[in-house]
């Protein structure tokens, strides 16, 4: 399942990213510039144990500009975020909500384990099946989205 803030890392894995980037680097063109691309497409080494990332995307829609921004902090767990401003047509913020790691992850958690439960019939699941619903009525793409990345 694709998540739009890094996963946290214990130590031992942390260690491990750090040695790999390290072997990677060291000499600084081990890799050739395709090789480089490899990497970082193949193991998603641009978000894996990194420091700090952080994105901002534009959308136009009919009625303005939506923007989301997602920021991440390693060493700053608390204050990362995601996000979203709404913007009418003459640049004028209409509406921002910002999310805390702790309100993603829930969602996260919450379709992981929907999806590792095979009782159809729990609240967990049918809540679940009901806000991808709700998601796939607001957004047409949610449900085409939503089955390419293994969440219900």
Do not use: C
């Not at 970082?40 to 500009?65: C, D, H, P, W």
């Not at 009418?88 to 919450?110: H, I």
């Not at 049918?126 to 806000?131: G, L, Q, T, V, Y």
Request: aromatic share 4%; charged share 30%; hydrophobic share 40%.
């Amino acid at each position: 399942m694709t998540r739009v803030l890094p996963t946290p890392l214990d130590g031992a894995s942390q260690r491990e990213v750090d040695a790999a980037w390290t072997h990677l680097l060291s000499p600084v063109d081990r890799a050739n510039r395709d090789e480089l691309l490899n990497v970082i497409a193949m193991t998603g080494a641009y978000q894996l144990g990194v420091e700090r990332l952080e994105f901002r995307s534009q959308k136009q829609y009919a009625n303005g500009t939506v923007i989301m921004e997602v920021r991440h902090d390693r060493l700053a767990p608390q204050d990362d975020r995601v996000t979203v401003i709404v913007l009418d047509k003459a640049g004028v913020e209409q509406r921002r909500e910002q999310y805390t790691r702790t309100e993603v992850e829930q969602v996260y958690a919450e379709m992981s384990l929907a999806l590792a439960t095979d009782q159809r019939d729990d609240g967990l699941h049918s809540s679940i099946e009901s806000r991808g619903a709700r998601v796939a009525e607001l957004f047409p793409l949610g449900a085409r989205a939503a089955a390419e990345r293994g969440t219900p």
